[in-house]
């Protein structure tokens, strides 16, 4: 079968059992619940074969009109280096029109994402496990409704774009931790269930023992449960993730096309991300 002979559609709730079973084959965590939420904070396309299967998936999550990241990007295995992958990019990128993008790449996307002008900015860690011994660190109180719109402000500072939409699904979804001095929240984090178990990200914070307080104290409401943290090169995170038991198991190379966007904060700093598609 040739790429011209799949029909590209909306990616729509339908199509949600098609795509887990491609992320399946792909061996990758994400069950129905988590296709749901990337969904619907985003658009994307469905690939669909002459017998009615999702044999490709891809979404745009937009954050404002400035920046949007591109991600759950899965061909099918028995129909990779066809085009069809250049083809689901080429729809994702239209839909994001002006905005700046963002992705994480895996060894197999990165030749299409240079191709296409994405350029590496860094690398990806993902760390999975369960607890080893821990004690709570610093003082971390849970977030209160009045909270969030301080919490908005710091993620954009240190995103470098509004991603108020899936902070208000994590309202929802998540338990939200905050560190607060002097009446001023410094710091965040997010803890939700997520593929094997649970995942703890974002984490914003300007400070590395305000990040670790963070995820120590959300760690700790789940410490029986599969945990999974994705952290960036420059969190200084990775060994002391290691030594409380959540193991570095792989990543990715995040990227950007074109370089640009908001400024960032110099103070806050993303440390974990929601996931690697959500950013």
Not at 12 to 27: F, M
Not at 57 to 84: F, K, Q, S
Request: some cysteine.
């Amino acid at each position: 079968m040739r790429a011209d002979d799949i029909n590209l559609v909306s990616f729509t709730s339908e199509h949600i059992n098609g795509a887990l079973a491609l992320s399946r084959q792909a061996k990758w965590p994400h069950r129905a619940e988590d296709w749901h939420m990337g969904l619907h904070l985003s658009r994307g396309v469905a690939a669909i074969d002459e017998a009615g299967r999702v044999v490709g998936t891809i979404l745009m999550t937009p954050y404002g009109e400035d920046c949007a990241t591109i991600n759950m990007v899965i061909v099918d295995e028995t129909l990779r280096g066809r085009g069809l992958g250049r083809k689901l990019m080429d729809e994702a990128m239209a839909l994001a029109g002006d905005r700046s993008l963002r992705l994480i790449a895996t060894a197999d996307g990165l030749p299409l994402y240079r191709k296409l002008g994405f350029v590496a900015v860094g690398e990806i860690y993902q760390h999975q496990g369960h607890l080893t011994d821990l004690a709570p660190l610093g003082d971390v109180e849970g977030a209160t409704a009045g909270d969030f719109s301080a919490i908005k402000a710091l993620d954009r500072a240190a995103f470098g774009a509004d991603r108020s939409a899936l902070i208000d699904v994590l309202a929802s979804v998540a338990e939200v931790a905050v560190i607060r001095r002097n009446g001023r929240i410094e710091a965040y984090g997010a803890l939700r269930a997520f593929g094997r178990g649970d995942v703890i990200g974002p984490v914003v914070a300007s400070r590395t023992e305000d990040a670790k307080s963070l995820i120590t104290a959300l760690a700790l409401r789940k410490s029986s449960t599969f945990l999974r943290v994705d952290t960036n090169e420059t969190s200084g995170l990775t060994e002391w993730l290691a030594q409380i038991g959540l193991r570095h198991v792989g990543g990715g190379i995040a990227m950007r096309q074109p370089i640009g966007g908001m400024a960032v904060s110099q103070d806050a700093r993303i440390f974990t991300l929601a996931n690697q598609a959500l950013g």
